[in-house]
């Protein structure tokens, strides 16, 4: 699945080798960056700004990469956490809207990286107040878990109860 994970554009015009390299090499110096700048002490301060380089350097890779580029899933990923941790439930679901199919794509069927974002994206839309979609997500999440932890794991009585409470 390599491929699928270093899609680049359909353009008119294709990316010439050199600009691929140089947008693997920019998006892996954006990565080292970003992580370097969560663990400054002063991170409420920094949160605009990492959102911002987020943005940004989504910006700039999606001019040659496509969305399912795991280097924009990693800068989504990082978008969505930021949004989280201000609280803005609609652009973490934004994001977690985006990540969802081509994770989906690339972990197994069972994998509890795209479990753990449905879990994330049902909680959103249940904060959103988006019963239907919630719910759905949720469900999801648990048909996933259940596989990879079994039946009767407390995540999943967790999660079930989370259900019964909405």
């Known amino acids: 699945q390599d491929k699928e994970k270093l899609k680049i554009r359909q353009l008119s015009d294709a990316p010439a080798a050199e600009a691929v390299r140089d947008m693997i090499k920019y998006a892996r110096n954006v990565i080292e960056e970003f992580r370097r700048a969560k663990h400054y002490k002063y991170i409420l301060r920094l949160t605009l700004e990492l959102l911002e380089i987020c943005e940004l350097s989504l910006d700039k890779m999606g001019a040659v990469f496509e969305e399912s580029n795991v280097y924009m899933l990693h800068m989504m990923y990082q978008a969505m956490g930021?949004?989280?941790?201000?609280?803005?439930?609609?652009?973490?679901?934004?994001?977690?809207?985006?990540?969802?199919?081509?994770?989906?794509?690339?972990?197994?069927?069972?994998?509890?990286?795209?479990a753990s974002m449905w879990l994330k994206l049902g909680r959103l839309h249940m904060a959103l107040e988006n019963r239907a979609a919630g719910v759905k997500a949720l469900k999801k999440a648990i048909a996933i878990?259940?596989?990879?932890?079994?039946?009767?794991h407390p995540y999943i009585s967790e999660i079930k109860q989370e259900l019964e409470d909405h």
Do not use: F
């Not at 679901?93 to 989906?104: E, M, T, V």
């Not at 878990?145 to 009767?152: L, P």
């Open 145 to 152: 878990m259940e596989v990879a932890h079994g039946k009767d």
């Open 82 to 114: 930021v949004c989280l941790y201000v609280q803005d439930w609609e652009g973490a679901l934004r994001y977690g809207q985006k990540i969802i199919r081509p994770y989906s794509k690339h972990y197994p069927p069972y994998s509890l990286n795209v």
